[in-house]
């Protein structure tokens, strides 16, 4: 069987917006938080498009 890789959009989509909190908790670094925290923006982004139908 083929192994199917994955890219970095796929593996972002995987995480909840709840997941990515609590990464950013666990982030060691300032530069990790921002990282982790913009990436949970993104998500809530992505979900009032959704809701206000854009």
Not at 5 to 14: A, C, G, S
Not at 46 to 51: T, Y
Request: no cysteine; glycine share 2%; net charge negative.
């Amino acid at each position: 069987m083929e192994k199917k890789e994955e890219n970095l959009y796929e593996l972002f989509q995987k995480y909840s917006y709840t997941e990515l909190k609590q990464l950013f908790k666990e982030a060691k670094t300032k530069d990790e938080q921002d990282f982790y925290m913009t990436l949970a923006d993104m998500v809530l982004q992505k979900k009032q498009e959704e809701v206000i139908g854009d």
